[in-house]
């Protein structure tokens, strides 16, 4: 009898061993699976309006284009990258809240906050073009070589079709099985999804496969904090050259431009190849908005 109750501890002592040790391993695996968080460098600086409340940002042929948001100010607007004024610029109603702008072919669509409208402007002259209803918050927007990719304040971010802004499909970001909300300004950079996370200095880099953050970019203290107006003069707003392989980053109400570099943290990560807006989709929704 003792010599059974001698076997039987053996036995559960060693399942508890065991199972002490997956706990570690896989608590060892989590902490592994955090998104390594990268660092940067200026490599150049332009000007920017400190009255631009930026909600959106991208660069294109030579410029940059930004829309701002709060009501009464909000405007879409092509920006000369030495002087920081407006070359053409579209002023929205006071009713309504601008927020994120995509190119798409010819086109530039500009949605609202709260209003689900977005409007779609010629790129050359930001002449109003049409405008159509969805349902949502709109917040950042970006697209990839077929569909457009949006953001509205949570952890999730939907692609949409860009002849019907339906969507198609949508992935929630996490990092080590955490959900990131607060997801704004969007670029796709080399196939990456890079996303501001609003009231945050970092920028996160996003699998558009399954939505993990590949890695952080830190950028606290890019801009001193002597030279934020107010509380919500956060980071927010990046841009990608791809021809010369630039990144500029700037913030609502900031009063600069910056062209950064990333300083990689050491590792290793995945690559995914980025192409252009093919022909036939610039036609198509050429074609829509007629």
């Known amino acids: 009898m003792v010599r059974k109750m001698i076997r039987v501890f053996s036995s559960t002592s060693r399942r508890l061993v065991w ?3 997956l706990l570690l391993f896989l608590s060892r695996l989590s902490s592994a699976a955090t998104a390594p968080v990268d660092g940067y460098t200026v490599v150049a600086s332009y000007p920017h309006s400190t009255e631009s409340y930026t909600e959106g940002f991208f660069y294109l042929d030579g410029k940059f284009y930004e829309g701002t948001g709060r ?12 002087t920081g004024k407006p070359t053409v610029q579209h002023i929205l109603p006071p009713k309504y809240f601008g927020e994120g702008i995509v190119d798409w072919g010819p ?22 073009v049409t405008q159509f209803n969805y349902k949502s918050e709109g917040w950042g927007m970006t697209h990839t070589a077929s569909e457009l990719i949006t953001s509205d304040g949570s952890a999730t971010l939907t692609f949409r079709d860009p002849n019907t802004f339906q969507e198609t499909h949508h992935i929630v970001v996490k990092d ?25 200095d970092r920028i996160a880099r996003i699998s558009p496969q399954d939505g993990h953050v590949i890695a952080w970019i830190d950028l606290a203290g890019l801009l001193p904090a002597a030279q934020k107006t107010e509380a919500e003069a956060v980071l927010n ?3 990608y050259d791809a021809q010369h392989d630039r990144l500029f980053v700037t913030g609502k109400l900031w009063p600069t431009i910056f ?23 610039a036609q198509q929704i050429a074609e829509r908005f007629q």
Not at 107 to 128: G, P
Not at 190 to 198: M, Q
Not at 276 to 281: L, M, V
Request: aromatic residues 10%; glycine residues 8%.
């Open 259 to 281: 062209e950064i570099r990333i300083v990689p943290h050491d590792h290793r990560r995945p690559t995914y190849q980025a192409s252009g807006i093919g022909s036939a989709n």
């Open 71 to 82: 009501n009464g100010q909000s405007a879409v607007m092509a920006l000369d990258p030495k």
């Open 107 to 128: 086109y530039i669509l500009e949605w609202t906050w709260k209003s689900e409208i977005c409007f779609v402007y010629d790129r050359a002259t930001l002449q109003l």
């Open 19 to 21: 199972g002490i040790a």
């Open 237 to 239: 707003g990046i841009a």
């Open 176 to 200: 080590d099985g955490k959900s990131i909300d607060n997801l704004n300004e969007l670029e796709v950079v080399k196939g990456e999804i890079y996303a501001n996370v609003w009231h945050s």
